[in-house]
Antibody
Framework: EGQLVESGGGLAQPGGSLRLSCAAS????????MNWVRQAPGKGLEWISY????????YYADSVKGRFTISRDNAKNSLYLQMNYLRAEDTAIYYC???????????????WGQGTMVTVSS | EIVMTQSPATLPVSPGERATLSCRAS??????LAWYQQKPGQAPRLLIY???TRATGIPARFSGSGSGTEFTLTIGSLQSEDFAVYYC?????????FGQGTKVEIK
């Protein structure tokens, strides 16, 4: 079936940095496209970034472009999100998600991690 | 950016009744639409993809329909475990966008 486990969340100051990790297991990680989705407290879902299976194709939401960097290490079955210049509005649960992988240029998200909480506050 | 609009925001339904949730896209997205269910304290779960195909393990009481800009999620006979928030999401264009959610609550 597959499993995703996020880590690295916590408290950061405005302007600070955090690096999130997502460990994948139970599926062939290097054949799947991956995403990060976040959810502010009490709010809806917001897609923030995508990376293709080889790491070459990357997209970002405007809200994080220039501040966040998505990457993956297929040898370690891991996905990452480097978050710089953090703002209060980045406070959210961050979910790692897997694309179903059966559609060119992206698909629905069929596996979600449990999420990791990021709080940006002084 | 494609705006996804869900209605209603809250849907009171009695157990055993049918629930109908709507999702509208600001531009055509073909059938590249997914529905997710989220319960409190849990990650979302994929219910429907391709507008009408149930994901693995999803009960038959969940059905999706529509294409283009208008989509519907129907829950045939609500069970206690179905009371949750439901989100639609388009994956036809970048950036991916979600609707704001419909909360299905006990009437």
């Amino acid at each position: 079936e597959g499993q995703l486990v996020e880590s690295g969340g916590g408290l950061a100051q405005p302007g600070g940095s955090l690096r999130l990790s997502c460990a994948a297991s139970g599926f062939t990680f290097n054949t799947y496209e991956m995403n990060w989705v976040r959810q502010a407290p009490g709010k809806g879902l917001e897609w923030i970034s995508y990376v293709g299976s080889t790491g070459k194709t990357i997209y970002y939401a405007d809200s994080v472009k220039g501040r966040f960097t998505i990457s993956r290490d297929n040898a370690k079955n891991s996905l990452y999100l480097q978050m710089n210049y953090l703002r209060a509005e980045d406070t959210a649960i961050y979910y790692c998600t897997r694309d179903r992988g059966l559609r060119f240029d992206g698909d629905a998200f069929d596996i979600w991690g449990q999420g990791t909480m990021v709080t940006v506050s002084s | 950016e494609i705006v996804m609009t869900q209605s209603p925001a809250t849907l009171p339904v009695s157990p055993g009744e049918r629930a109908t949730l709507s999702c509208r896209a600001s531009q055509t997205i073909s059938s590249n639409l997914a529905w997710y269910q989220q319960k409190p304290g849990q990650a979302p779960r994929l219910l429907i993809y391709g507008a009408s195909t149930r994901a693995t393990g999803i009960p038959a009481r969940f059905s999706g329909s529509g294409s283009g800009t208008e989509f519907t999620l129907t829950i045939g006979s609500l069970q206690s475990e179905d009371f949750a928030v439901y989100y639609c999401q388009q994956y036809n264009h970048w950036p991916r966008t979600f609707g704001q959610g419909t909360k299905v609550e006990i009437k």
